[in-house]
Nanobody, 126 residues
Framework: QVQLVESGGGLVQAGESLRLSCVAS????????MGWFRQAPGKGREFVAT????????LYVDSVKGRFTISRDNSKNTVYLQMNSLKPEDTAVYYC???????????????????WGQGTQVTVSS
């Protein structure tokens, strides 16, 4: 498994930006596809974005397309989620996740991931 530590959450106003970071340790980072998920109060956890091992392939939930960008720096064992034009409905705990894969694999499904971070709170006020 992989140990994951998220950071970068906080309280912002609608329209502002945040960048989340997730640092991984343990399994070789470049062998993991990575994902971001979120859980809003009273709701289940939902997929936000995923990125393949080399970073060449990405996928987003429709509600964040054009506003959020997932990226990774394999030399720093870190995956990022740049969040622009934030909306109150983006308020949630954001979780980083890692799954073992190869090639261009990535996944929007929770069951594909075997390691999860503790989460970081993002609150967007209107």
């Amino acid at each position: 498994q992989v140990q994951l530590v998220e950071s970068g959450g906080g309280l912002v106003q609608a329209g502002e930006s945040l960048r989340l970071s997730c640092v991984a340790s343990g399994r070789t980072f470049s062998t993991n596809f990575m994902g971001w998920f979120r859980q809003a109060p009273g709701k289940g956890r939902e997929f936000v974005a995923t990125i393949s091992l080399s970073g060449g392939m990405t996928l987003y939930v429709d509600s964040v397309k054009g506003r959020f960008t997932i990226s990774r720096d394999n030399s720093k064992n870190t995956v990022y989620l740049q969040m622009n034009s934030l909306k109150p409905e983006d308020t949630a705990v954001y979780y980083c996740a890692a799954g073992r894969g190869s090639g261009r694999y990535y996944s929007p499904y929770e069951y594909s991931y075997d390691s999860w971070g503790q989460g970081t709170q993002v609150t967007v006020s209107s």
